[in-house]
């Protein structure tokens, strides 16, 4: 069965970059779209960006585009998120997910979790 590792989170300053991995095992994350999401506290789990088994990417916030950079390698069986000029408001607990149809931002779509990695935007 497929499970989920996130790793790389952490306490950075404003303007700053982090990258986030997601390490798989039991499984070959070529047969997945893989999606990462953020959960700030008190607010709801959303869509952050997605990648196709093929490659293709899905953005789902405007607030992250031309900052956040999904990539995937099938030979590491990884996938990451580079996180640049992170903000306060990016502040959340960041998870990967897997589901073997089409990218979704819906977290009901998903059948795999990570546990989750704390990320902090602050100074």
């Known amino acids: 069965q497929l499970q989920l590792v996130e790793s790389g989170g952490g306490l950075v300053k404003p303007g700053g970059s982090l990258r986030l991995a997601c390490a798989a095992s039991?499984?070959?994350?070529?047969?997945?779209?893989i999606g990462w999401f953020r959960q700030a506290p008190g607010k709801e789990r959303e869509g952050v960006s997605c990648m196709r088994p093929t490659g293709g990417t899905e953005n789902y916030l405007d607030s992250v585009k031309g900052r956040f950079t999904i990539s995937r390698d099938n030979a590491k069986n990884t996938v990451w998120l580079q996180m640049d000029s992170l903000r306060p408001e990016d502040t959340a607990v960041y998870y990967c997910?897997?589901?073997?149809?089409?990218?979704?931002?819906?977290?009901?779509?998903?059948?795999?979790w990570g546990q989750g990695t704390q990320v902090t935007v602050s100074s």
């Open positions: 997910a897997a589901r073997t149809l089409v990218c979704s931002h819906r977290v009901s779509d998903y059948n795999y």
């Open positions: 039991g499984s070959n994350l070529n047969y997945y779209s």
